[in-house]
């Protein structure tokens, strides 16, 4: 039985399961250190595993697509934040100032990787450069992210934790580089097993997010999280996250066809360009923000993550079901 499109996918139900939990059996008193100790070793593993899966050579030989990968990186780490800022004038009025840090620190994540992967293909984008780049915002995300959070916030008069810009520095090493090296240390050894192993990652993958977004919501709601947060800021947070995406996508599919990149190229700039990862963002903002400010922080994020999905399935299939036949076809229809 085929699933109806307006149904999301599992994981996204999982999500809002996960939040409707946590806001009415959010975890308490002396069981919270307890859970905020586990959900370090969940993210440790998190980003063990992605070192040990993530490919040099792979990352090699894309590496040589220099011209994609500026692009996409400057897409990632320039635009959206340039956006966050510009725009802030029209934004902060919709949101609280909590939800505002959460749509800039969205604005400072790396791009996605399975799933920019996965809709690059089904377009039939260059795969191999949707994998490389994917793989290198992934990796530069680890010191970029927290670095222009701070920025960001800092211009803004905001602040991202209740430490020292070392002591953010000391986590983010700690926490998510550290396992990453690890992981790509150790990938001699267990790379070929996770590799055949994709369930495993997966499991984790989706485990750890859904650890964290659970405790971060405990101690949001804890702290009076939907009592400080009216439904209006909500729908703002939707209103601004989908003009992020708009105009990510149109900038990325305009520049790129300007700058004369092949079809497939753009297909890949346009996919690998304008989206955001939750699988990164969940684990950086425990890592980054202050406990209590994880719950608003992230709620941008997840309400971007499924637009994102959404927009771009939909994108995907309507450009893999075109018949090809030129390298540097425009993206828009044909008429």
């Known amino acids: ?46 980003f063990f595993l ?28 320039a635009l959206f934040p340039a956006l966050g800022i510009i725009l802030r004038p029209a934004l902060l009025p919709l949101v609280t100032p ?20 996965a809709f690059t293909s089904m377009a039939r984008g260059n795969v191999p450069a949707a994998v490389c780049s994917a793989s290198a915002s992934s990796l530069l995300g680890i010191f970029i992210t927290p670095a222009l959070t701070g920025l960001l916030l800092a211009s803004q008069g905001g602040h991202a934790s209740g430490g020292s810009a070392w002591h953010t520095i000391s986590h983010v090493m700690l926490q998510l580089l550290a396992p990453f090296v690890a ?25 750890s997010i859904l650890l964290v977004v659970y405790a971060a919501f405990s101690e949001a709601v804890n702290e009076g999280l939907w009592h400080r947060t009216p439904l ?8 601004i996250n989908a003009l992020l995406l708009a105009i990510a996508l149109g900038v990325t599919m305009f520049a790129s ?8 190229d753009q297909i890949t700039i346009v996919f690998c360009g304008s989206k955001k990862s939750l699988m990164a963002g969940v684990p950086m903002a425990k890592v980054i923000f202050a406990s209590g400010a994880i719950g608003a922080v992230v709620l941008p994020l997840m309400l971007f993550h499924q637009l994102q999905l959404m927009v771009c399935a939909a994108l995907a299939q309507r450009w893999g079901k075109r018949d090809v036949t030129g390298e540097s076809l425009p993206l828009k229809q044909k008429t």
């Open 98 to 117: 909590s939800l505002y840090a959460g749509v800039l620190f969205l604005c400072t994540l790396p791009s996605t990787v399975q799933s920019s992967i």
């Open 183 to 207: 992981g790509q240390l150790l990938r001699p050894v267990i790379g070929r097993w996770l590799d055949g192993h994709h369930a495993v990652l997966k499991f984790v993958d989706q485990g």
């Open 50 to 77: 992605h070192g040990a899966k993530l490919s040099r050579a792979a990352v090699i030989a894309g590496a040589l697509h220099w011209r994609l990968h500026l692009f996409i990186l400057l897409s990632t780490f």
């Open 1 to 46: 039985m085929t699933r109806p499109r307006y149904i999301p996918d599992n994981f996204t139900l999982c999500l809002v399961a996960t939040v409707i939990l946590a806001s009415m059996l959010p975890t308490h008193g002396r069981a919270m250190p307890a859970l905020n100790g586990l959900t370090d070793v969940a993210v440790a593993l998190l």
């Open 232 to 239: 209006l800021a909500l729908g703002g947070v939707v209103v």
């Open 257 to 264: 066809r300007r700058l004369g990149f092949s079809r497939a």
